[in-house]
């Protein structure tokens, strides 16, 4: 059975009903429908908690895609916490400020990938700090200069919006794909982009804000060398 991922369409749903489908061998948690994000691209999973219709609470410490990515598996922090039966009703309540930060994160990395217009090797998500891997083959990159050009976009308060378009379009154009190490979210037939308006557009199965202005103020912190060509930039709040 397919987990129907609410975080999809909306990020900003933090709380839902769902039913147990069945629990994991080893004890993880597959509902019918998730407001949790599963890890995928650099961006961990989220935690919570899973309440029963008792008011028991089980601790989720984050969630991960199941095998065959259809089902997402939500991981109780305790491995001696009761599990729920199958066919039973639950709610699934985020950690929100966590998953916000997160979003925030996710959405200057996408700035900070306008300011350095370089193929993008790797990156990760956190809440107090993340980074993106560029291809740049010449150094001299400056911390400065790169954390004004991102408050400056954060400044303008540009919205942020998704669409989808089918695989098809986005294999038409291969300009979208920033990323060369984590490929977009493709194979359902449709992938979802991205948009800030006037400033980026690009395939991301990831969450983000829906302004700019929710992001605040941040900072490159750290520009490392990471092989010869490879540069790591760190980016957190300021």
Known sequence: MTTTLLFRDDAYLAETPATVVKVTP???????????????GGQPGDRGVLVRADG?????????????????????????AERPEAGEGVTLR???????KRMRMHTALHLLSV?????????????????????IRE??????????RVNEMI?????????????????AN??????????????TGRVRLVEIAGLDLQPCG???????????????????????QNRRVRLAWA
């Open 56 to 80: 028991a609470e089980i601790a989720i410490s984050t969630a991960v895609y199941g095998p065959d990515k259809a089902e997402v598996i939500h991981v109780p922090a305790s491995a001696d």
């Open 94 to 100: 985020l950690d929100w400020p966590t998953r916000h």
């Open 206 to 228: 990831g969450t983000h804000v829906r302004s700019l202005a929710e992001i605040g103020p941040v900072q490159v912190t750290k520009i490392e060398k990471k092989g010869q």
């Open 155 to 171: 400044a303008t308060g540009a919205q942020v919006s998704e669409r989808w378009i089918s695989d098809e379009e986005l294999i």
């Open 139 to 148: 150094a001299g990159l400056d911390k400065d200069e790169i954390t004004a």
């Open 115 to 135: 300011a350095l217009p370089y193929p993008v090797t790797g990156g990760s998500i956190g809440e107090e700090e993340s980074r993106l891997d560029f291809d």
């Open 26 to 40: 080893e004890g993880g948690i597959v509902l019918d429908r998730t407001v949790f994000y599963a890890t995928a």
């Open 174 to 187: 291969p300009g979208l794909v920033k990323t060369m190490s984590v490929k977009p979210p493709m194979g």
